[in-house]
Each structure stands twice: as structure tokens, then as C-alpha cells.
């Protein structure tokens, strides 16, 4: 960890601030990617045959962000209480 003169802690501040961006930066990605698509595969999925249903960048995109769901839905059930 961390820490400056005064003793605060610095790094878990950033580690939050980062688990809270992941799924939203997936999600925008998944978007973009979905949207500059022309029918061609993605060249890191050339290796998929087409039509694959995993073999997509997009559906790549949105599991990621579908894993790095749990802080904000952490957040929003601590919310209820």
C-alpha cells in the first residue's frame, strides 16, 4: 500500500475507483464494437469460424462486464438495507 507524509492511504482509493470503472469501460467497448462491425470477423477471432456464437469481440466485451458487475451491484444492495 501506499502512503503519503500525512498517513493516508492512497492506493485502495484508486483500487475502488478502478473496480467501479471496469464494467462500464467493457460495456462502452461492447457498444463501440458492435457498432463499427461490417461483417468481417475481428482479426484476435479469425481463428472462429463464422456465425460462432462465442467467436464475437462484442460477446467478448459483455462478459467481461457482466464479471465486474459485483461492486456495483454490492453498491446498490447496500443501498436497500
Avoid: E, Q
Avoid at 485502495?12 to 470477423?41: S, Y
Amino acid at each position: 500500500m501506499a502512503f503519503f507524509a500525512s498517513g493516508k492511504r492512497v492506493m485502495p482509493d484508486i483500487a475502488n475507483g478502478l473496480r467501479f470503472a471496469a464494467a462500464p469501460t467493457f460495456a462502452l467497448m461492447a457498444v463501440l464494437n458492435a457498432m463499427a462491425r461490417d461483417g468481417r470477423a475481428d482479426p484476435i477471432c479469425s481463428a472462429m469460424p463464422p456465425g460462432a456464437p462465442l467467436g464475437d469481440m462484442t460477446v467478448m466485451y459483455l462478459l467481461m462486464c457482466a464479471f465486474h458487475l459485483v461492486p456495483w451491484l454490492k453498491r446498490i444492495g447496500g443501498f436497500r438495507r
